[in-house]
């Protein structure tokens, strides 16, 4: 009895750092929600008397070039950004996921034309691949959350697979085929229910790079046109004043760096949890 316990440690108290970006993505999820309830400014009006400011305490970011309050712009900027993070995230587990459980299960010509498809968008870096996609696609906030979620089809394609292909090898897979039950019903009840917890960890670590991406090509210009407040357009804007207003940029930039960090912990966790099941 005593080794039995000895394999299986008794659950270790959640860490501080995993509360706390609980805590933080929470909070981002209501300024995405209710931005009024916190920030009374108009983020697209600015005096021109109030221009490039330092943090204070009527403007806790700092204003920006035109007098507009870069807190205000942050917080109603959470908006566009978290949705096309989540839409793009959405789009790549749902196409790669689809593409890797037909492939896997099918098998033969199908699964070799499907993986040289993976194979040959895995070659291209993710960022530039999203930029090429969003160059035939046009601009805009929802061309961003498309193109960054098939950029990323790739990776949730070869895991699906991977996991098909495992959990087509079991016996209870193998008797409801030999029971007659339809492919459709195999994939909807033994297949899905076994290779679905892999594609949601990996779903919940993608978040962090979709967001890293979302603004990335926001801060090149791809994304919603000024003055719509999105986070990678702020510290884009503030770029040619970080020598005489550095929280024009820096400030926005540590939202992004924050919310980052905050998922990658968040989605670690589930991964471990997932691992434990």
Known sequence: MSLLLLDKPPRRPLALTLWLSIALLLMV?????????????????????????????????GTDHLGRDIYSRSVHGTALTLQATI?????????GSLIGVLAGYIGGRVDSLFMRIIDILMAVPNLLLAMAIITVLGFGTL??????????????ARLSRGEVLRSRTHLFVEAARASGVSHLAIIRQHILPHALAPVLSLAAL???FALLSVSALSFLGFGAPPPQPEWGLLIAEGRNYIAAAWWYT??????IVLAVLATNRVAGFIQDYAEDL
């Open 206 to 208: 993608e978040l962090g």
């Open 250 to 255: 820096t400030l926005p930039g540590m939202m």
């Open 29 to 61: 999820a209501l300024w995405a929600l209710f931005p009024g309830w916190f920030s009374h400014q108009d983020p697209l009006a600015g005096e021109a008397l109030q221009a490039l400011q330092a943090p204070s305490a009527a403007h806790w970011f």
């Open 143 to 156: 061309h961003i959350a498309v193109a960054v979620g098939l950029s990323s089809v790739a990776t949730f």
């Open 87 to 95: 839409f793009s995230v959405a789009i790549a587990f749902f196409l």
